[in-house]
């Protein structure tokens, strides 16, 4: 129940927000407290999740149409309940900026946005294949609108390269899940068994691969990010690129377990190339945005790297991963946003020396970014500590790749920063622009406090993210260890006790 | 009581009907004057009638001629509709001429 | 000495409650003053239309077994109560976009008699079991169709669809008699099941009349569904008719060509399966592209609903090509929500046009999602619904056509509608940056001066396909019972 | 002998039929052409004769040759007929496709019964005296095919009054169609 | 005890974020103060565990606390722990000590700048750092220590952040470092395949099960680890360029503590680099090629804080050569020693800095003996420390390294020599810096730019550090004097036994040699710089080039890895991403338009086609079924 509420509770408000006549301010205030209320709602589930259970937890189910037996089935494994508070999180930080920007139409931004939070959850909970396809394209719509209405000079191609990009995949997707799912008679991911079909996996895989994106499926990525306002593109490269590496863990390779090991190679190169390719455009980026995006790119492919390296290092360190990965994306880009509202431009050639006399803007950037670039005592270093040490087990060459990646990403993290920062005050800097508000402080220092608690706690997430704390037995199984057995002999006595 | 059947045999009326479908179908494609094309659709009709009461009669079972008669009746309901849009159409002086009518398009 | 065949009037109460209504508005009109006119003849057709969905329900609900009535000339099943309600509820919905139309003002009575005639045929044809019924209800409701496309005889574009369509449709009818002729030659037979029978004992499976007949008919029916290459009609007799007839036509002939040709090829051919069905696959997938691809550079709306209208017969003729039982509920079920969004689509469009007077273009749709909110978002929802996202039934319903696909072992047809839809999604989205994304100041006409009349009966309307496309999306279970339930009543 | 009269009579009424039907469709001027229509209705009819359906052949002398035909010519003589040149217009490749297709379909059908001619269709059923008969067609009408019957009334009455609708005067101008162009135009 | 150790590393941490978070709250001086307080206190903490330590038998004297599991994937897991043993608690004392010291300098360094607060902050930041690095109890936290360490370093180098020598700089060492992190995290990598864990404990005792190849690429991994942070050969080349940061991070963080750490890493791995001999031996030979070079390049710069920072790499050779030796406490040793005497070194070139109004370049310097005699006589023992002149402190260091060499066979003869040669450049280039800044006649820039600030040589707080500084750079070295006591090598015993045990007769031998060569380098510079009239510097003009350019490392490396990244970057945005990436997609959309466009213009508006569409779809439908069948 308590996971149905975190999924439509948003929507239910974004329908208040839409239908009401709100004031500006009581559209933003309202959307403002729901997304505060959801990260409570997560609270609350952290803080009655069981992680010795090895089962899902949580868990509603109720038919949609029982002849194909699909149906409304949600659920919280561990690691979707890190990605269910980090979109919480993200999501209020986006809404707050939002609010504090003061977005145009406010009734129909908010009411999208959280139309949006509900759907994210959405997918980090959904047990059930189509039901997770309908959440997974649920998010298209307000994304479309979002960055359509909302964004730059360029959106209307930005957006609309996006949408279509991510349809395509998203589309072979749901042809792979009709021929899965019919071939096993049933979409209920606890319940559906495994498959070794090559083309089906390839279906869900490109269809991730272009979500998250991985290189080559980016084309859509720097338009989108580029010309989204700067919250919609921290949710974007944030939380909605998580769903992708969900997908992998949850239904690539714990579905597929023989076509993951036989297309690993080609996937963890692809993985490798997306993470240097991504390093090196983002060391050229002309602009933040540019930066962030691009390392982006890096970063899903590093989480990617862990993922299909598929055992218990790699595994952990993904889901931190992407955790961390969410919240300095979704940082940067606020930030991003917030020195593009004083100088109203990203570009590098035009930025510069705004650390005198900005001390909060410099050192909230200055921390996410050594953040971003993996220092060791970080927690994204020990994400990718342990992305790397995994995929090490799969080859030493995709650790030395990733090695290399991380220095590139010194380069271009540095680059950033100096390029806002520090040197010759830019011509685009006026000298009366302000240091970051209060208000500002209040909406990017706590993605900031949860990114520094992580550093000094990273276990928190890397050791509670599978059931059980076991990764590859928890993919080995399918994510059904418990409760499928459960299942199953309530199955047998119902039949034993209807045939006497 | 019956009586076998005299002449040609059902296949030669249906060659006749075929001719006359197709002529039908050649006049529909390549005459402009929109009345023109309504009786070309008119020979079209009455080659299925045709059709329809050889094989009435090959079967011998009254039903073809039934639909044949009743195909009549749409027949003229067609001609009637047509006559009054061409009617209409004149009443606009709007060229009577298919090929001018090309407004919509694309 | 003749014994008058037993006439079961509950099967015929649809046809027959719409013929009423429209007989009484026709006698009606000429006696009632002007003003009293409009509103009554519209109130007595929506009636019609009312009576008849809710006969259609009775024989739903009181039609366990199908059963022929009338000397076999019609069925009485479950399958065509669903048809008939589909058909009634589109009939009605369009009762309440046509009522702002003013320009029919001379014929107002005629309109929504012919309304009402075009529905009646179309309730009739989908019970049609013999092709002579099949033949004449198709000309009935088609007669009336092309009367209602060209009645506003202002319109230029409308004479011209009046006359394409009578046109074509006059050479579809005919092949469709033909074939019907040689069909009947083969078999001896009119009936459907007597077709199948005659197939069957006599072993025609590869009689060569009977398939050359059987080609002509399915290209008859295909055209009404206007499916490519015999689309040609749609674009312009869509474009040129007034818009509340389009969004009738869009809905209701396309769902009861679909229904008649899933029935009668069930029904009639089952021993030729194997041609038929492949046949309309690649059909589909003609359809399917160009559609698709043509409505990608349209800028009239209504001209792309109408290639988008042909996708989607592309897209319903997938489970039909199929020919199995989830084909025929993945059939039905997706015209329920399809027909609500052609509807919904169509009527927002006709409320635009009045709003500014010229035909709607996507230029001048600019700006109207933030004018018009309610329209707007009920505009892009049918959108985002044709794409087949989720939160509307089409989604549900290309899964369930996808699904029959598959199930049929046609994992290419998946393939082929899953890169359709990708096309499809190019200029859907098109319609929704026109709403949304540009401001009105981009838009060259001002609206035709203060504020457009309320169209409150449009809106009703457009808010019910809204009900019904969403509503459809999270009811799946109820409509696809339903549609299981019709569907098992054809012999499959 | 008999059989021999019967070919007679349907060499003459076939080809009458046939070359009426030409033109109808070569015919520059309408009126001609439906003057060649009533011919060819009319060997139709004889043909139909033959086929022993005297009743279908009676009414369409009267239905068609007479009514229908009429109500034709009439429409032809309130519009003047206008002559056009039965080829000219449109693009070449059109013609030439019309050409081809009505070939092949004429072709094709032939083939298809001439496949068939020597099995089946050479067989026909012996039939009764009352075959085609107005009382046989009268009793099929209101027993097996009453419906069919019904509708047909019913769709004669939806083309008649549309024919009304269609066809009558506009009472009344339109007063804002005046900027109504169907693509969208500014004026 | 391990309260202490605890408390040493939170102190400092606590201070930096106190002053972070205090912003204007806090005044300038009060975050000096409070820097300084709290690495006062981390040294009273190290100065606890230290105590405690000696007061638990040689046996017990390592001891392990863990605070909480901070890493963990799978079965793979390593807490956030101190260890607190002789190694770390010597280097404790070392870095807060130092850094306490110095901090207290930066107070009267750093008064005025506005961003005072900032420099202190980062300041504490290092030390905590540091002392994370030399206190965690597992390889992981090492690692994450050598980063954060390198983190400090990059933003105090880019302290002055307008400067773009100095933000580039900043950069530089900070990608070489991490090329350094990224080696030895791969190192770690294998350890983790291989045995599992991160724990010293755990790794020390497994490695036995480690393949040849496999201990050789971890030490060869934690070695790239050392010689970047240590600025050895090859990845040396930032710490000149790192002079760019106030004088007082040069002293802490690029002399007495920070780059020493690679010394620390290889003695602290020291179980590694027994099993992979070899790579000891590169240790050891990068070492001596290090001080050599570096000893060379001295020679020709003319910046006082290069000339300090090479002779740094110079000394830290030595300590390199010691370590891959295996006299580990000798290269300790000398660690500690050369921390006195480099931060005295910076300290007083600081002051000079600081009266000459920030001047760096010793040709604009001149005849300062008589203007500061207080920091000419600390930098004289400075000096003489840092060639290694008897009594201070670098005398007892270095030379017993240099015996220690002795006990290495050919090889450690080969690498002795090479030290010899550096001693006698040490000699040389030290002098040459003592002669040209405070011998000779003052130079026209003296004259314009020297200002007391009214009291004294500088503030007190300045002043005394380098008082302390000098004294214990005087007599810091008599802690241990190999041939007579060794406290310092019994202290580390328990920690790291070493491997060579060099005879008396070879501590004699090179303390002797290394003493003479000490002075002729000495008396050379004397010739060429100090006397009255000094005679022409020989000078070879490629060599002195070559020289000048730091022997084209930076130009190399320009070459071989940046302009080619540069260049590869550039390629792929303009020949991939742009055309195929990002056009793959319009190219389709362009393409599907096409075709619609296509399909468009069949639609011709012409009835007869419509109708003729149908009649050739039929014909074909027809003739498929009838052929089909």
């Given amino acids: 129940m308590l996971t149905t509420v975190l999924i439509f509770m948003p929507v239910a408000v974004a329908l208040i927000v839409w239908l009401l006549p709100?004031?500006?301010?009581?559209?933003?205030?309202?959307?403002?407290?729901?997304?505060?209320?959801?990260?409570?709602?997560?609270?609350?589930?952290?803080?009655?999740?069981?992680?010795?259970?090895?089962?899902?937890?949580?868990?509603?189910?109720?038919?949609?149409?029982?002849?194909?037996?699909?149906?409304?089935?949600?659920?919280?494994?561990?690691?979707?309940?890190?990605?269910?508070?980090?979109?919480?999180?993200?999501?209020?930080?986006?809404?707050?900026?939002?609010?504090?920007?003061?977005?145009?139409?406010?009734?129909?931004?908010?009411?999208?946005?959280?139309?949006?939070?509900?759907?994210?959850?959405?997918?980090?909970?959904?047990?059930?294949?189509?039901?997770?396809?309908?959440?997974?394209?649920?998010?298209?719509?307000?994304?479309?609108?979002?960055?359509?209405?909302?964004?730059?000079?360029?959106?209307?191609?930005?957006?609309?390269?996006?949408?279509?990009?991510?349809?395509?995949?998203?589309?072979?997707?749901?042809?792979?899940?009709?021929?899965?799912?019919?071939?096993?008679?049933?979409?209920?991911?606890l319940e559906i068994g495994p498959s070794s079909s090559d083309w089906v996996f390839l279906g869900f895989v490109v269809a991730f691969a272009i979500k998250a994106p991985l290189f080559p499926f980016h084309g859509w990525l720097p338009d989108a990010y580029r010309e989204s306002s700067p919250e919609v593109s921290a949710v974007l490269s944030g939380v909605?690129?998580?769903?992708?590496?969900?997908?992998?863990?949850?239904?690539?390779?714990?579905?597929?377990?023989?076509?993951?090991?036989?297309?690993?190679?080609?996937?963890?190169?692809?993985?490798?190339?997306?993470?240097?390719?991504?390093?090196?455009?983002?060391?050229?980026?002309?602009?933040?945005?540019?930066?962030?995006?691009?390392?982006?790119?890096?970063?899903?492919?590093?989480?990617?790297?862990?993922?299909?390296?598929?055992?218990?290092?790699?595994?952990?360190?993904?889901?931190?991963?992407?955790?961390?990965h969410g919240l300095i994306s979704a940082a940067l880009f606020l930030l991003a946003g917030m020195v593009e509202r004083r100088t109203s431009t990203g570009e590098f050639a035009l930025l510069g020396g705004m650390a005198r006399g900005r001390p909060a803007l410099a050192t909230v950037l200055m921390t996410t970014g050594i953040i971003a670039l993996a220092v060791p005592l970080s927690s994204a270093f020990a994400g990718e500590f342990l992305i790397l040490a995994g995929v090490f087990q799969q080859g030493w060459g995709w650790a030395v790749v990733g090695a290399v990646a991380i220095v590139l990403a010194a380069m271009y993290i540095l680059r950033m920063i100096s390029g806002i920062l520090h040197q010759d005050v830019g011509p685009a800097v006026p000298e009366a622009a302000l240091d970051l508000r209060p208000g500002e402080l209040a909406i990017v220092v706590p993605l900031v406090g949860v990114l520094l608690a992580l550093s000094a706690w990273p276990a928190a997430i890397s050791q509670r993210s599978f059931p059980n704390d076991q990764p590859q037995q928890a993919v080995r199984s399918q994510f059904r260890a418990v409760s499928y057995v459960v299942r199953e002999t309530q199955v047998t006595l119902n039949v034993s006790r209807g045939t006497p | 009581m019956t009586i076998a059947m005299l002449g040609p045999e059902v296949s030669w009326y249906l060659a006749v009907s075929a001719f006359l479908f197709a002529t039908g179908a050649f006049g529909v494609l390549v005459r402009r004057s929109p009345l023109i094309v309504l009786l070309s659709l008119e020979i079209m009709l009455n080659a299925g009638n045709l059709a329809l009461i050889a094989f009435s009669r090959h079967h011998g079972r009254g039903d073809g001629q039934i639909f044949a008669i009743s195909v009549m009746a749409i027949a003229a309901s067609e001609v009637v509709v047509g006559l009054g849009l061409i009617v209409a159409m004149s009443r606009k002086r709007v060229a009577l001429d298919v090929d001018k009518l090309n407004f919509l398009r694309g | 000495m003749i014994h008058r065949p037993h006439v079961d009037w509950l099967a015929l109460a649809p046809s027959n409650a719409l013929l009423t209504a429209g007989a009484i508005i026709l006698l009606a009109s000429v006696f009632l003053p002007r003003p009293a006119r409009r509103p009554f003849s519209a109130f007595l057709c929506a009636v019609g239309f009312l009576v008849a969905l809710i006969f259609a329900a009775v024989l739903y609900s009181h039609t366990p077994d199908a059963h022929e009535e009338i000397a076999a000339a019609i069925r009485r099943d479950r399958f065509g109560a669903l048809a008939q309600m589909i058909v009634a509820g589109s009939g009605l919905l369009a009762i309440g976009i046509s009522y702002a139309e003013r320009s029919s003002d001379d014929h107002i009575g005629e309109y929504y008699a012919m309304l009402a005639a075009a529905g009646a045929g179309m309730a009739f044809f989908v019970t049609a079991n013999n092709l002579m019924t099949l033949f004449l209800a198709l000309e009935w409701f088609s007669i009336a169709l092309y009367v209602l496309c060209a009645i506003d005889r202002e319109l230029v574009g409308a004479l011209e669809a009046g006359l394409k369509y009578l046109v074509v449709g006059g050479f579809g009818s005919a092949v469709l008699l033909f074939g019907s002729a040689l069909v009947y030659g083969a078999t001896g037979s009119l009936r459907f099941g007597g077709i199948a029978n005659a197939v069957s004992s006599q072993g025609l499976e590869r009689d060569v009349v009977l398939l050359f007949g059987l080609a002509m008919i399915i290209s008859g029916l295909c055209f009404k569904a206007s499916a490519a290459p015999f689309h040609m009609w749609t674009p312009d007799v869509y474009e040129g008719a007034p818009t509340p007839v389009t969004a009738f036509m869009a809905a209701a002939t396309k769902t009861v060509a679909l229904v008649v040709m899933f029935r009668l090829l069930v029904t009639a051919f089952p021993q030729e399966e194997h041609l038929w069905s492949v046949t309309l696959a690649v059909i589909a997938c003609i359809s399917l592209a160009i559609g698709n691809f043509a409505a990608l550079v349209q800028r009239n709306v209504k001209r792309l609903l109408a290639y988008s209208s042909i996708s989607h017969a592309g897209f319903m003729l997938i489970p039909l090509a199929t020919g199995s039982e989830l084909g025929g509920k993945a059939l039905l079920y997706y015209l329920i929500p399809y027909a609500a969004m052609s509807l919904g689509a169509f009527g927002v469009v006709a409320a635009r046009e009045r709003e500014l007077g010229v035909a709607v273009t996507l230029d001048n749709l600019a700006g109207l999602g933030w004018e018009r909110p309610f329209l707007g978002f009920s505009l892009a929802a049918f959108m985002f619904g044709f794409v087949g996202f989720p939160l509307s039934g089409g989604f549900v319903g290309k899964f369930y056509a996808f699904a029959a696909a598959y199930r049929h072992g046609w994992t290419w047809l998946v393939i082929v509608g899953v890169a359709a839809t990708l096309v499809s999604l190019y200029y859907y989205l098109a319609v929704i940056r026109a709403l949304f994304m540009r401001s009105a100041a981009e838009l060259q006409l001002a609206p035709a001066g203060g504020a457009p009349p309320r169209e409150a009966l449009l809106h009703v309307s457009v808010f019910a396909c809204l009900a019904v496309a969403i509503g459809s999306f999270f009811a799946v279970q109820p409509l696809i019972d339903l549609a299981g339930h019709a569907t098992r009543s054809l012999p499959l | 002998m008999g059989n021999f009269l019967v070919w007679v009579v349907w060499v003459f009424a076939a080809f009458g039929c046939l070359g009426s039907g030409v033109a109808v469709v070569s015919f520059s001027n309408p009126f001609y052409s439906a003057l060649a229509l009533i011919g060819n209705l009319g060997s139709l009819a004889v043909l139909y004769l033959l086929l022993s359906s005297e009743f279908v052949a009676a009414a369409q002398v009267l239905v068609y040759a007479g009514a229908v035909m009429v109500m034709f010519l009439f429409v032809i003589a309130y519009l003047g007929g206008e002559a056009d040149a039965p080829w000219a217009g449109g693009p070449t490749w059109q013609s030439l496709a019309a050409v081809l297709a009505a070939?092949?379909?004429?072709?094709?059908?032939?083939?298809?019964?001439?496949l068939k001619a020597g099995g089946r269709l050479s067989h026909q059923a012996h039939i009764g005296r009352s075959f085609g008969s107005p009382a046989q067609i009268g009793r099929l009408f209101l027993t097996d095919h009453l419906l069919a019957f019904e509708i047909t009334s019913i769709v004669l009455l939806v083309a008649a009054v549309g024919g009304v609708v269609l066809g009558a005067h506009a009472r009344r101008r339109y007063e804002w169609g005046s900027a109504r162009l169907p693509r969208g135009q500014a004026p | 005890m391990?309260?202490?150790?605890?408390?040493?590393?939170?102190?400092?941490?606590?201070?930096?974020?106190?002053?972070?978070?205090?912003?204007?709250?806090?005044?300038?001086?009060?975050?000096?103060?409070?820097?300084?307080?709290?690495?006062?206190?981390?040294?009273?903490?190290?100065?606890?565990?230290?105590?405690?330590?000696?007061?638990?038998?040689?046996?017990?004297?390592?001891?392990l606390s863990t605070g909480w599991t901070w890493i963990a994937g799978g079965s793979y897991h390593s807490g956030f722990s101190v260890l607190v043993d002789p190694l770390s608690t010597m280097m404790m004392l070392i870095v807060s000590g130092v850094g306490g010291l110095i901090i207290g300098?930066?107070?009267?360094?750093?008064?005025?700048?506005?961003?005072?607060?900032?420099?202190?902050?980062?300041?504490?930041?290092?030390?905590f750092s540091m002392l994370l690095l030399v206190q965690g109890g597992n390889l992981i936290l090492l690692l994450a220590g050598w980063g954060m360490v390198g983190l400090s370093s990059y933003l105090l180098i880019g302290f002055w952040q307008e400067r773009h020598s100095a933000i580039a700089a900043a950069k530089k060492a900070f990608v070489m470092n991490a090329v350094g992190d990224a080696t030895m995290a791969l190192a770690f990598f294998i350890l983790i395949q291989k045995t599992g864990s991160l724990d010293f404990g755990d790794v020390f005792a497994r490695q036995g099960f480690l393949g040849g190849w496999a201990i050789n690429l971890i030490a060869l991994g934690l070695l790239g680890g050392a010689v970047a942070k240590s600025a050895q050969l090859p990845l040396h080349t930032w710490l000149p360029d790192a002079m760019e940061g106030p004088t007082p991070v040069s002293a802490l963080i690029h002399a007495a503590t920070m780059v020493t750490a690679g010394v620390y890493l290889i003695v602290r791995t020291h179980p590694i680099f027994e099993q992979a001999p070899k790579i000891e031996d590169l240790a050891a030979g990068l070492g001596a090629a290090t001080l050599v070079m570096a000893g060379l390049i001295a020679l020709v710069q003319t910046d006082i804080k290069r000339v300090i920072a090479y002779s740094t790499m110079s000394q830290i050779g030595y300590m390199f050569l010691g370590a891959g030796l295996g006299a580990y406490a000798n290269g300790m040793f000398h660690l500690m020693t050369h921390a006195f005497f480099k931060a005295l070194l910076f300290m007083a070139a600081g002051i000079v800095i600081h009266a000459l109004a920030g001047e760096q370049d010793m040709r604009n310097m001149g005849g300062l003996r008589e203007l500061m005699p207080f920091t000419r006589w600390c930098f004289l023992i400075g000096s003489l420390a840092l060639v290694g002149i008897f009594p201070f402190a670098g005398f007892f260091s270095k030379d017993s390294i240099l015996a220690a060499a002795m006990d290495r066979g050919w090889y450690g003869y080969l690498l002795w020599v090479a030290g010899l040669a550096g001693t006698f450049l040490t000699g040389l280039y030290t002098f040459r810096m003592y002669f040209v800044v405070f011998g000779g006649q003052r130079s026209a820039f003296v004259r314009e730019h020297f200002h007391h600030e009214g009291h004294g040589e500088g503030p007190f707080s300045m002043t005394s550090t380098v008082a302390t500084l000098a004294g214990l750079a005087a007599i810091g070295g008599w802690i241990q004097w190999s041939p007579f006591w060794h406290p310092v090598t019994s202290w580390l015993e328990p920690v790291a036994r070493p491997l060579v045990e060099p005879a008396n007769w070879m501590e004699?031998?090179?303390?002797?040699?290394?003493?003479?060569?000490?002075?002729?380098?000495?008396?050379?510079?004397?010739?060429?710089?100090?006397?009255?009239?000094?005679?022409?510097?020989?000078?070879?003009?490629?060599?002195?080039?070559?020289?000048?350019?730091?022997?084209?490392?930076?130009?190399?490396?320009?070459?071989?890895?940046?302009?080619?990244?540069?260049?590869?970057?550039?390629?792929?945005?303009?020949?991939?991403?742009?055309?195929?990436?990002?056009?793959?997609?319009?190219?389709?959309?362009?393409?599907?338009?096409?075709?619609?466009?296509?399909?468009?213009?069949?639609q011709t508006g012409l009835v007869r086609t419509y109708v003729l569409a149908i009649a050739s779809s039929l014909a074909v439908i027809a003739v498929v079924f009838v052929a089909v069948r």
């Fill in chain 5, 2 to 63: 391990i309260w202490g150790a605890w408390l040493c590393l939170a102190s400092p941490l606590a201070a930096a974020l106190l002053i972070t978070l205090g912003g204007n709250a806090l005044s300038r001086r009060g975050a000096g103060y409070l820097a300084t307080f709290a690495t006062f206190v981390a040294f009273i903490g190290a100065a606890i565990s230290f105590f405690s330590l000696l007061s638990h038998d040689a046996g017990d004297r390592s001891h």
């Fill in chain 5, 105 to 127: 300098y930066s107070i009267g360094y750093m008064d005025g700048d506005p961003e005072e607060r900032r420099y202190f902050a980062y300041m504490a930041l290092f030390v």
């Fill in chain 4, 103 to 114: 070939g092949t379909l004429l072709v094709e059908i032939i083939v298809v019964i001439g």
């Fill in chain 1, 240 to 324: 909605v690129s998580k769903a992708a590496a969900y997908g992998f863990i949850r239904i690539a390779i714990a579905k597929f377990p023989g076509p993951t090991s036989d297309l690993r190679g080609a996937i963890l190169a692809l993985a490798a190339i997306g993470l240097v390719y991504g390093s090196l455009l983002a060391f050229r980026a002309p602009d933040v945005r540019g930066v962030v995006a691009y390392s982006s790119l890096a970063q899903m492919g590093l989480i990617t790297l862990g993922v299909f390296a598929v055992n218990d290092l790699g595994l952990d360190g993904a889901v931190l991963q992407m955790v961390n």
């Fill in chain 5, 508 to 602: 004699w031998t090179s303390s002797g040699t290394a003493l003479a060569l000490g002075l002729g380098g000495i008396w050379v510079a004397w010739l060429l710089y100090g006397a009255r009239r000094p005679r022409p510097v020989p000078r070879v003009a490629p060599v002195e080039s070559a020289l000048v350019h730091k022997l084209y490392f930076d130009e190399a490396y320009d070459l071989a890895f940046y302009r080619p990244a540069m260049r590869l970057s550039l390629l792929l945005g303009r020949f991939f991403e742009r055309p195929l990436i990002a056009g793959t997609g319009r190219e389709l959309a362009e393409g599907s338009v096409d075709v619609g466009r296509g399909f468009s213009r069949l």
């Fill in chain 1, 22 to 189: 709100l004031s500006r301010l009581a559209a933003g205030g309202v959307a403002l407290l729901a997304s505060l209320a959801e990260v409570g709602l997560w609270i609350e589930a952290l803080v009655r999740f069981d992680f010795d259970s090895s089962g899902l937890q949580f868990h509603q189910r109720q038919s949609w149409f029982s002849d194909l037996n699909v149906s409304y089935h949600v659920g919280l494994f561990p690691f979707s309940l890190w990605l269910v508070g980090l979109t919480a999180v993200v999501m209020a930080a986006a809404v707050a900026y939002a609010v504090w920007v003061g977005r145009e139409r406010p009734r129909a931004y908010f009411g999208l946005m959280l139309f949006l939070t509900g759907a994210i959850a959405g997918v980090f909970t959904a047990q059930d294949l189509l039901l997770f396809y309908a959440f997974f394209e649920a998010m298209l719509i307000p994304l479309y609108v979002l960055v359509g209405v909302w964004g730059g000079a360029g959106r209307l191609g930005a957006t609309v390269k996006f949408v279509i990009y991510t349809m395509a995949g998203s589309l072979l997707m749901l042809a792979a899940i009709i021929v899965y799912g019919l071939q096993q008679g049933t979409f209920d991911l």
